[in-house]
T-cell receptor, first 114, second 112 residues
Framework: AQSVTQPDIHITVSEGASLELRCNYS??????LFWYVQSPGQGLQLLLKYFSGDTLVQGIKGFEAEFKRSQSSFNLRKPSVHWSDAAEYFC????????????FGAGTILRVKS | DAGVTQSPTHLIKTRGQQVTLRCSPK?????VSWYQQALGQGPQFIFQYYEEEERQRGNFPDRFSGHQFPNYSSELNVNALLLGDSALYLCASSLEVYTEAFFGQGTRLTVV
């Protein structure tokens, strides 16, 4: 069955420090990959997506993610975290031959300390 | 562009009641998907509507049903509410079923 694993439930980083959030997926084929961010009580905002091509993708708010086929991973990174980045981050995958039905990981809550 | 809009924002229902949630897709979008996000979990796919037909369905009981109207807006209906149905219900829209989805702010349903 399709699954997405985000191994870290909570991560705390200092403002200005670098960030990496991990995501691994289990699929028979290479899926389409997404990272979303959710502030408390809010909907989901798309940070970035990977469909094909360059395995390093740039997103909004200074985020980037790298697709590594050999590791079935799609980790999210940011070189310098701002206090406003505190939120919950979700990795999601989709097999487009089945439409854009998304399978989400359980999320990682990011706390930023000043 | 108003984006994806959902109503109501919050509501409280009693066990056994029925509820209807509404979603207006982003302008130009024709596909609507619904997700349930329980507290502390990632969203779970309920179903997807395209051309007024249910195209895909996740692992949810028949108590969950939906509809898409000719203007592409959609409703999610839940019958015989259980305490476990308490969650944030998210609507996502896209242009056809093969493009990225944009999410609304969600409806927070509390069943007491």
């Amino acid at each position: 069955a399709q699954s997405v694993t985000q191994p870290d439930i909570h991560i705390t980083v200092s403002e200005g420090a670098s960030l990496e959030l991990r995501c691994n997926y289990s699929y028979g084929a290479t899926p389409y990959l997404f990272w979303y961010v959710q502030s408390p009580g809010q909907g989901l905002q798309l940070l970035l997506k990977y469909f094909s091509g360059d395995t390093l993708v740039q997103g909004i708010k200074g985020f980037e993610a790298e697709f590594k086929r050999s590791q079935s991973s799609f980790n999210l990174r940011k070189p310098s975290v701002h206090w406003s980045d505190a939120a919950e981050y979700f990795c999601a995958v989709a097999l487009m031959e089945y439409g854009n039905k998304l399978v989400f990981g359980a999320g990682t809550i990011l706390r930023v300390k000043s | 562009d108003a984006g994806v809009t959902q109503s109501p924002t919050h509501l409280i229902k009693t066990r056994g009641q029925q509820v209807t949630l509404r979603c207006s897709p982003k302008s130009g979008h024709d596909t609507v998907s619904w997700y349930q996000q329980a507290l502390g979990q990632g969203p779970q796919f309920i179903f997807q509507y395209y051309e007024e037909e249910e195209r895909q369905r996740g692992n949810f009981p028949d108590r969950f049903s939906g509809h898409q109207f000719p203007n592409y807006s959609s409703e999610l209906n839940v019958n015989a509410l259980l305490l476990g149905d308490s969650a944030l219900y998210l609507c996502a829209s896209s242009l056809e079923v093969y493009t990225e989805a944009f999410f609304g702010q969600g409806t927070r349903l509390t069943v007491v």
